[in-house]
């Protein structure tokens, strides 16, 4: 199945720090169903970005739109072509 990449560029208000725990409930769900790879957030930079497993792009907008922060973002949904990692990978065979 197809990952996608979101950059999320955010701008926060009193109303969005209220949102953040319902957010993170909505997050989790989709990291406990398997929908959401990675999920990262930069508070210096006020960046987000979330690795998605979805069938297209539009199913990553429909995952997006549910969050109750998504008024607060600007982003844009990139495609991967090659995704590697430790995460990807059997785990190294230990001889005892």
Do not use: C
Not at 39 to 56: G, K, L, R
Not at 69 to 90: A, C, M, T
């Amino acid at each position: 199945m197809p990952k996608f990449q979101v950059t999320i560029k955010f701008e926060m208000d009193d109303e969005f720090m209220t949102l953040v725990p319902p957010h993170r409930t909505y997050i989790d769900h989709l990291i406990n169903k398997g929908i959401i790879d990675y999920y990262v957030v930069s508070m210096e930079s006020m960046h987000s970005w979330i690795t998605f497993t979805a069938d297209d792009k539009n199913e990553v907008e429909g995952y997006l739109l549910k969050s109750p922060l998504h008024k607060y973002w600007d982003y844009q949904i990139d495609e991967l072509f090659v995704v590697d990692g430790n995460q990807y990978r059997l785990p190294g065979v230990q001889l005892n």
